[in-house]
């Protein structure tokens, strides 16, 4: 409690107001159509049981790619002797991270994120893009997204940033001739989530809560992620 005056010398008391703590998804739903990968299989919600066609339950068939909409890359996925998802402890995609905003940039480079007043301590990065914006009115997959540029990567890696998530379907550019991104952070035992949307999240500190499938043995997975406000 705050004391504070009547203006007659009598001290009176309220409470100090600390709003609850806010849980903003982040994560983008899985529908048809959606952008997809090129390449990976499509989404698929497919009809087994419907009670409207006389069975006593409904009941559906998923067809999912392990990178389809929201979903994490194990170091795996692009490293034979990384971490798979099922390897992956929870501790290291819940807990502390920062939100930096870097739309406006084309590709996001060692500079941008050298300027975009990261905490130093920072282990869980995710990347406010232009990217953010396609997701409500696209349903290809857009070949000129923003992403990282190698020399980004190696930064993530010198700071010792252990998640790095990206609000769009790859972390790296599309049609590049060789995926020095993902061999960067994959190689280095990074974990990146792909797939955010962070239209409606601004700059600043959250709680990160990212659970991903626990699919045995696989190389990405797809998951429900959020951030909470801190208070």
């Known amino acids: 409690m705050l004391p504070i005056s009547n203006g007659m010398g009598s001290p009176l008391f309220c409470l100090r107001?600390?709003?609850l703590p806010m849980i903003i998804d982040i994560s983008v739903p899985l529908r048809k159509p959606m952008p997809t990968y090129p390449g990976d299989a499509p989404f698929e919600l497919i009809p087994v049981a419907r009670i409207a066609e006389g069975?006593?339950?409904n009941g559906s068939r998923l067809q999912i790619g392990t990178h389809s909409g929201t979903h994490i890359d194990a170091p795996w996925h692009f490293n034979d002797a990384g971490k798979r998802v099922h390897e992956i402890p929870l501790a290291r995609l819940i807990g502390y991270a920062y939100v930096a905003d870097l739309r406006g940039?084309?590709?996001i480079t060692a500079d941008a994120l050298e300027q975009a007043s990261i905490p130093p301590t920072t282990t869980r990065l995710l990347l406010k893009?232009?990217?953010s914006a396609l997701w409500g009115r696209e349903t290809e997959f857009n070949k000129a997204h923003v992403a990282l540029t190698p020399d980004a990567a190696e930064w993530l890696v010198r700071r010792a940033v252990d998640v790095v998530g990206i609000d769009y379907l790859s972390i790296e550019?599309?049609?590049v001739p060789k995926p020095e991104v993902h061999h960067i952070l994959c190689g280095a035992g990074k974990i990146i989530i792909e797939g955010l949307n962070?239209?409606?999240v601004e700059a600043g500190e959250y709680e990160l809560i990212c659970m991903p499938l626990p699919i045995e043995?696989?190389?990405g997975a797809p998951a429900r992620v959020a951030l909470r406000t801190l208070r």
Request: no cysteine.
């Open 129 to 131: 893009t232009d990217n």
């Open 198 to 200: 962070l239209s409606e």
């Open 217 to 219: 043995g696989a190389d």
């Open 17 to 19: 107001y600390n709003p």
């Open 55 to 57: 069975a006593i339950a």
């Open 173 to 175: 550019r599309f049609g």
């Open 105 to 107: 940039h084309k590709a």
